[in-house]
């Protein structure tokens, strides 16, 4: 039960429709595979190339295809109800980009950006370090002037797929402490000096790798530093506004997958002499369950919205990564309640969808520190 | 080299056929590409590809055949042809070979023409050859690899031992096999560019057929559906059930 296409235009439905069968056929039935062996999905992301999904929002004289972002959030979505990891390897993809597109000079946009939607790169993003988490001001990765460029050093952690992508974004001191001292760079795979140090061992998203980066004199030219010195900061808020609709969309396919699951298992399951959803005491949950996920997508849409209109949306995408977040906690647990003991055995895919979602809770800012930017965005204006 | 690729729509085979009297229900029931025509378009691409020139869908069938079309045109056909007449509704296997080698000549000079080996829907697996005879084309059947140079084509054929390699001069007819190759997906870019490539739609008098040409001769006796599968048997165990299980494999031939 997927999201409705009525309301969507021509060229919107068309490429969901793509997207949807990609999913179904090839991205679905390998997840759990990847997920069991913690291995990168590579090849589905060659494929995600060839299909043209690379650049979905990016403008078209830089390969991409120049479509709202809330076309793009819906590929997410669809993506996401299919595996999960590999969505949020694309959201992550598409924050670097996002930089870049917004942020970058000319020259940058022709090297990186055009390179990143055609498939050819793909991107990663660090800001977090190990003593710098919510706290992303505190960062201590320094960026010192060097010829032609900078030389940077220090350790970045939890950085999805920062070992396998091909570009990273990566935010580092060039100044005094505080927000004013950050930079933004992009790092390419196999700058000397810099590389992943380690691979985090997961509860889930277990083939989405999550590496600790070690920088250590790593030069990257000067021609790679996105946007002004001092400006990383701001570049790096941005993005996570952009990256955080795509967490919002990534957690409302996750929870469509496990309303789907939900659906069919009871609808399967016979007690008492008839399917376990006849009962109306599992309706009302299921009813709960859908409702959350439509008010979701509904809530990340309008953001999405605002964000194609050029509006201010934080307070709107802030909302959607905290709101559709937890909807995949809730839906996801109760899907594993509506499984019975089936739902706490590896053989169905719901201990893993609820094992997944907590992650979701966490990424791109806690929901602690949406609650933080709406609350203060609310008493600002 | 130009290529033309026979193409069919149907019923989705993933969903349960409907019946309309003795024919398969075709109207208002969802639509595809034959899946086995989706091996033959990537067929006719790889060959664009190495040696180039352009790939021709031809298709007969309702106007919402042209999705066929679309869907082969997204992956990187050039153009297609759809006859579509009501007079053509209940075709047979040889008035529709009819039809085909009629748009197929009217559409332009090929040096090769594709089809499956047979329609997922139908069935027959006779079309492909009906075709070749009136096109009065060499044909190839069950292509498992696909080799052009210098005006012949070497195909391995798939028999039940293991292939036969055959060689043929072009022009030819070629019929190929499920897994031949892996069918590529329509690219987005693909999908929208398929919108504007031309897709011609001819009657049958636009082909110059009439009367004989396209009566129907063949008549559907009957159908039935295929007998469901009964539940397996359930054996207690009273301490025999291995030996049980065992003779029942050996009887099957399993072990």
């Known amino acids: 039960m997927p999201a409705d296409l009525r309301l969507l235009d021509d060229e919107q439905r068309a490429l969901i429709q793509m997207v949807r069968e990609f999913a179904d056929e090839v991205a679905a039935p390998a997840a759990a595979g990847y997920e069991e062996r913690s291995e990168d999905p590579a090849a589905l992301y060659e494929q995600l190339a060839q299909l043209d999904l690379t650049g979905i929002a990016y403008p078209e004289d830089y390969n991409g295809l120049g479509l709202p972002y809330e076309t793009y959030l819906m590929v997410v979505e669809e993506i996401a109800r299919a595996y999960l990891g590999f969505a949020v390897g694309l959201s992550v993809h598409t924050l670097c980009a996002f930089a870049v597109n917004s942020f970058g000079s000319e020259e940058l946009k022709r090297d990186v950006l055009a390179r990143l939607c055609s498939g050819e790169w ?64 992009i ?62 969309a990534c957690s409302t396919g996750l929870a469509q997958a496990a309303l789907d699951e939900a659906l069919r298992f009871t609808a399967e399951r016979e007690q008492f002499g008839k399917p376990v959803n006849q009962n109306q005491g599992l309706q009302f949950m299921l009813a709960d369950m859908a409702t959350q996920i439509a008010a979701g997508r509904a809530l990340y849409r309008h953001a999405a919205r605002l964000r194609d209109a050029g509006e201010s949306y934080s307070i709107e995408a802030a909302q959607a990564k905290l709101f559709c977040s937890d909807t995949a906690m809730r839906v996801t647990t109760d899907a594993v309640q509506l499984h019975g003991g089936y739902g706490y055995i590896t053989e169905y895919p719901v201990e893993r969808f609820m094992r997944e979602a907590k992650a979701l809770q966490i990424v791109e800012g806690t929901n602690q520190i949406q609650r933080l930017v709406i609350g203060r965005k609310l008493i600002q204006s | 080299m130009n290529i033309a690729v026979c193409v069919k729509h149907i019923p989705d085979p993933n969903v349960p056929p409907q019946m309309d009297g003795k024919y398969l229900k075709r109207e208002g029931i969802q639509g595809v590409l034959d899946p086995g025509d989706e091996f033959g378009v990537e067929a006719g691409l790889l060959l664009k590809e ?29 153009k297609g042809v759809l006859v579509t007449d009501d007079t053509l509704k209940g075709a047979d296997a040889l008035v529709t070979a009819r039809v085909l080698a009629a748009a197929i000549k009217k559409a332009g000079q090929f040096d090769l023409v594709v089809a499956g080996v047979e329609s997922t829907d139908g069935y027959t697996g006779t079309m492909p050859g009906s075709l070749a005879e009136l096109l009065d084309l060499p044909q ?114 399993v072990i």
């Open chain 1, 122 to 185: 793909f991107g990663a993003y660090s800001l977090s370090e190990p003593g710098s988490g919510s706290d992303a001001v505190a960062l201590a990765a320094k960026a010192s002037g060097s010829d032609g460029g900078y030389r940077l050093s220090g350790s970045k952690v939890f950085c999805t797929r920062g070992n396998e992508a091909d570009a990273v974004l990566v935010m580092a001191r060039t100044g005094a402490a505080g927000a004013k001292g950050i930079s933004a760079f």
């Open chain 1, 187 to 248: 790092v390419e795979k196999g700058t000397q000096g810099f590389g992943g140090s380690k691979k985090e061992d997961k509860m889930g998203w277990r083939s989405s790798p999550t590496w600790m980066l070690q920088l250590d004199d790593a030069f990257v030219p000067g021609s790679r530093r996105v946007g002004a010195e001092g400006e990383g900061f701001r570049i790096a808020l941005a993005s996570l506004d952009s990256g955080r609709l795509g967490i919002a």
């Open chain 2, 50 to 78: 190495a040696h180039g020139g352009e790939v021709t869908l031809v298709s007969m069938g309702p106007a919402a055949a042209q999705e066929a079309i679309r869907r082969g045109l997204s992956m990187g056909a050039d």
């Open chain 2, 140 to 253: 190839v059947t069950f292509a498992k690899t696909i080799e052009v140079t210098d005006g012949t084509v070497k195909v391995n054929r798939q028999t039940a031992e293991g292939y036969h390699v055959v060689e043929c001069s072009l022009p030819a007819l070629l019929t190929v096999t499920a897994g031949v190759n892996e069918p590529r997906y329509a690219s987005f870019k693909g999908i929208m560019a398929a919108k504007k490539k031309p897709v011609e739609t001819w009657s049958v008098a636009d082909l110059g057929l009439a009367g004989e040409d396209v009566a129907i001769k063949q008549d559907v006796a009957g159908q039935t559906p295929a007998e469901e599968r009964k539940a397996g048997e359930v054996i207690t165990d009273d301490g025999s059930a291995a030996k049980r299980i065992a003779d029942f494999l050996q009887e099957a031939k």
